[in-house]
C-alpha cells in the first residue's frame, strides 16, 4: 500500500522557517515527480515546488522563488520542502503528491500526481 507521510508543519512567524518531510512507505521515490502543494481555506490547491528525483531538476511557483527549496533524500525515501522568509500568505495545508511518469510538461499540475498525503499545516502569523 502507497503511503505519503508529511510532517515538519507548525506555527511560526512571519520571516521564519520551516522544513517539511515527505516520507514514503510502500512505494519508492526512485525517478518519481514529487511535488508540494498547497490549499489556503476558501483557495484552490495550487502548486509550490517538484522535484524529478531521477534527475534532481526541480520546479518552483514564482510566488516562492527564492525563499522555498525542494530536496530528495534517496537513503531515506524523502523529499523536504524548506521554507525561508516566511510570509502570512503562505499559510495553508500543505501536501505531497508522487507520479512515477518520466516526464511532465507541467510539473506543478495537480491532475498529473497519482500518489497523495494527507497533509501538513503550516500558519504564518504577522
Known amino acids: 500500500q502507497v503511503q505519503l507521510v508529511e510532517s515538519g508543519g507548525g506555527s511560526v512567524q512571519a520571516g521564519g522557517s520551516l522544513r517539511l518531510s515527505c516520507a514514503a512507505s510502500?512505494?519508492?521515490?526512485?525517478?518519481?515527480?514529487v511535488g508540494w502543494f498547497r490549499q489556503a481555506p476558501g483557495k484552490e490547491r495550487e502548486g509550490v515546488a517538484a522535484i524529478y528525483t531521477g534527475s534532481g531538476n526541480t520546479y518552483y511557483a514564482d510566488s516562492v522563488k527564492g525563499r522555498f527549496t525542494i530536496s530528495q533524500d534517496n537513503a531515506k525515501n524523502t523529499v523536504y520542502l524548506q521554507m525561508n522568509s516566511l510570509k502570512p500568505e503562505d499559510t495553508a495545508m500543505y501536501y505531497c503528491?508522487?507520479?512515477?511518469?518520466?516526464?511532465?510538461?507541467?510539473?506543478?499540475?495537480?491532475?498529473?500526481?497519482?500518489?497523495w498525503g494527507q497533509g501538513t499545516q503550516v500558519t504564518v502569523s504577522s
Open positions: 503528491a508522487a507520479t512515477p511518469r518520466s516526464w511532465l510538461r507541467l510539473p506543478l499540475t495537480i491532475t498529473a500526481y497519482n500518489y
Open positions: 510502500g512505494y519508492t521515490l526512485t525517478k518519481n515527480y
